[in-house]
């Protein structure tokens, strides 16, 4: 049995006023990892940016 498989059910078991809260939390760690992502792309661009911005590069690919 997969994770998935063993949350559900462990979901089945859980009193409807608590669903909320589980859902609530299931949305947090969705928004936590889109964030993440972000975080991860903006510090790539920062530290790719020191190479991208230099004399040398625009003219490697001034011809395209």
């Given at each position: 049995?997969?994770?998935?498989?063993?949350?559900?059910r462990e979901?089945?078991k859980?009193?409807?006023?608590?669903?909320?809260?589980?859902?609530?939390?299931?949305?947090?760690?969705?928004?936590?990892?889109?964030?993440?992502?972000?975080?991860?792309?903006?510090?790539?661009?920062?530290?790719?940016?020191?190479?991208?911005?230099?004399?040398?590069?625009?003219?490697?690919?001034?011809?395209?």
């Amino acid at each position: 049995m997969d994770t998935k498989e063993r949350i559900l059910r462990e979901i089945d078991k859980v009193p409807e006023k608590y669903l909320v809260e589980i859902l609530d939390f299931i949305r947090f760690l969705g928004s936590k990892a889109i964030e993440e992502k972000m975080e991860t792309a903006l510090a790539s661009e920062t530290a790719l940016g020191k190479d991208w911005l230099r004399p040398e590069e625009d003219e490697a690919w001034q011809d395209l």
